[in-house]
């Protein structure tokens, strides 16, 4: 069952972390989408495959940006890409996968067990957002209390209804 993962959806995620300089001059765009693409639960888990997204990334910055990990965004400046950032856009791209999912009690299984093993707001948005047929009351206001409890508001703040 391969993900149906939009390109433009990937190079979206990727230009707010490393800007368009990394995205248009290396193949990290192409290579992620294709790793996301190509995923299956009957291949891989979800964490194995979070792995290789982030050693694709790490990879491939590291080799284009050097040891200074500074990329050059639209407007000119530079930045420097943290471990923590890589982690971040890591996580992005697996909320990606995750929207690309079918809604199936299996998928919701496997996302909800990948949120207790890995901290991903991403895996807690799409249970939020897509899973809520699959969780009792109280356990969806559990989760939007944790979500509210351990991430800033302007990660969750556009998506996480009100209290």
């Given at each position: 069952m391969?993900a ?15 800007g368009m300089?990394?995205?248009?001059n290396?193949s ?7 790793l996301?693409?190509?995923?299956s ?6 964490s194995e495959l979070r792995d290789a997204?982030e050693?694709?990334l ?8 050097g ?6 965004m639209?407007?000119g400046?530079?930045?420097?890409i943290l ?5 971040a ?17 299996v998928n919701y299984?496997l996302?909800?067990?990948y ?16 899973y ?7 356990e969806?206001a559990?989760l ?7 991430y ?6 556009q998506?996480?209804?009100?209290p």
């Amino acid at each position: 069952m391969a993900a149906s993962v939009s390109e433009d959806s990937v190079r979206q995620a990727l230009r707010l972390w490393v800007g368009m300089d990394v995205i248009d001059n290396t193949s990290i765009s192409r290579e992620a989408v294709t790793l996301l693409r190509r995923y299956s639960p009957f291949r891989q888990s979800l964490s194995e495959l979070r792995d290789a997204v982030e050693t694709l990334l790490l990879g491939i910055l590291h080799r284009f940006l050097g040891v200074s990990m500074s990329a050059r965004m639209e407007d000119g400046c530079f930045r420097r890409i943290l471990m923590r950032d890589i982690v971040a856009l890591t996580d992005d791209l697996m909320g990606i996968l995750f929207d690309s999912l079918a809604v199936y009690s299996v998928n919701y299984e496997l996302i909800s067990a990948y949120s207790l093993s890995h901290e991903s707001l991403a895996a807690l948005r799409v249970l939020y957002q897509k899973y809520e047929q699959w969780m009792k009351p109280d356990e969806r206001a559990v989760l939007a209390a944790m979500i509210r409890r351990v991430y800033p508001k302007e990660r969750y703040e556009q998506w996480l209804c009100l209290p």
